[in-house]
């Protein structure tokens, strides 16, 4: 269980340290009036760690699984309009940084509902 808890500890931080970087972006996308795909990477960016936050508290582990699920499906949303952003050069961002940390979320989510449907 102790693996479990550092891998929920590690989303957690990472989570929340990308949504302070898509939070960014989202004002850089404001600035240059960029409303519409601004509010979509805004929403799921930020509700990746929203989720997982929910998660950590949940009272069961299937209400954990069902969390950890959602929080993943949200990242491949990011990823999508990050890649959208970045293909259409809509504005001029650097989105490596976010492209990979919204990745490794992906990966590392995966990770999580998987071992937590095979602990069931």
């Known amino acids: 269980m102790e693996d479990s808890n ?3 500890n590690v989303i957690e ?5 990308f949504a302070l ?4 972006l989202y004002k850089v996308l404001k600035t240059n009036h960029e409303f519409a795909i ?3 990477v805004l929403r799921s960016g930020t509700s990746i760690g929203a989720n997982v936050a929910e998660g950590t508290a949940a009272q069961t582990k299937k209400d954990f699984i069902a969390k950890m699920s959602i929080a ?3 990242a491949r949303e990011t990823l999508y309009w990050l890649r959208l952003l970045k293909s259409g050069e809509i504005i001029k961002y650097d989105y490596e940084d976010l492209l990979k940390n919204c990745s490794e ?9 998987k071992t937590s449907q ?3």
């Open 6 to 8: 550092k891998r929920v």
């Open 21 to 24: 970087e898509i939070i960014k």
């Open 118 to 120: 095979q602990k069931l």
């Open 105 to 113: 979320l992906i990966r590392i989510l995966t990770a999580i509902v």
């Open 13 to 17: 931080e990472k989570s929340f340290q």
């Open 72 to 74: 993943s499906k949200e």
């Open 38 to 40: 601004g509010r979509q």
